[in-house]
């Protein structure tokens, strides 16, 4: 069963800095398009960032410059390095996975994945 499960969110002030981690189980890691979404109460579902199998990645303009995804396929992890935080960036993250694999923004603007982890909180105070 594919199943991502992400960690490392919590509290920062504005300015600070937190990296997410996704550890991948139940799947070939390495042939799965990745990618981070955020929640924030009463808004929509936002794409984040997504890296493909070759490590190319697309990012949502409000993080471009201060978020940076990657991902390790020896460790079947993938990461956010978020810096610079905003108080609008406090939302549950999720991380998500799916073997399509479409090129470019595609699921930035689709959130079309095909698994989703359970979400780890991130909350920036000013």
């Known amino acids: 069963q594919v199943q991502p499960v992400e960690s490392g969110g919590g509290s920062v002030h504005s300015g600070g800095s937190l990296r997410l981690s996704c550890v991948a189980s139940g799947y070939t890691y390495s042939s799965y398009c990745m990618g981070w979404f955020r929640q924030a109460p009463g808004k929509e579902r936002e794409g984040v960032a997504s890296?493909?199998?070759?490590?190319?990645?697309s990012y949502a303009d409000s993080v471009k410059g201060r978020f940076t995804i990657s991902r390790d396929n020896a460790k079947n992890t993938l990461y956010l390095q978020m810096n610079s935080l905003k108080p609008e960036d406090t939302a549950m993250y999720y991380c998500a996975a799916d073997r399509r694999c479409y090129s470019g923004d595609y699921y930035i603007k689709t959130a079309d994945f095909a698994y989703w982890g359970q979400g780890t909180q991130v909350t920036v105070s000013s």
């Open positions: 890296i493909d199998r070759d490590g190319s990645t």
